[in-house]
């Protein structure tokens, strides 16, 4: 059906750039909106930036001036470059492809997809 599929998380320190990327595949039509969400130990998984397939975007307050996402609609990618990482920002990183419209059998269906998520670390 669809896949999602997240890389480039690792270990940095603090001030630091780390970039993030995101592909989908599979008997994708369409996909609305491809963003991402991260999760800290104890915490519950919170938006930190969205793309359309129009171009428009939306960020978190924390994470505003810092990253940036971009977005690729041909290639099904998105990307998030992260700068100016603080030690706050250590979370696993989760690819959100929502609204997917694929091919299944004989029809198309509607669904919502992630990725397993990539471990970004900010730490001296």
């Known amino acids: 059906q669809v896949q999602v599929v997240e890389s480039g998380g690792g270990l940095v320190q603090p001030g630091g750039s780390l970039r993030l990327s995101c592909a989908a595949s599979?008997?994708?039509?369409?996909?609305?909106?491809m963003g991402w969400y991260r999760q800290a130990p104890g915490h519950q998984r919170e938006l930190v930036a969205t793309?359309?397939?129009?171009?428009?975007?939306e960020y978190a307050d924390f994470v505003k001036g810092r990253f940036t996402i971009s977005r690729d609609n041909e290639k099904k990618t998105v990307d998030l470059q992260m700068s100016n990482l603080r030690p706050e920002d250590t979370a696993v990183y989760y690819c959100n492809a929502e609204k997917v419209t694929y091919k299944f059998g004989s029809s198309f269906e509607l669904g919502d997809f992630w990725g397993q998520g990539t471990q970004v670390t900010v730490s001296s």
């Open positions: 599979g008997s994708i039509w369409s996909i609305y909106v």
């Open positions: 793309a359309t397939d129009r171009g428009a975007t």
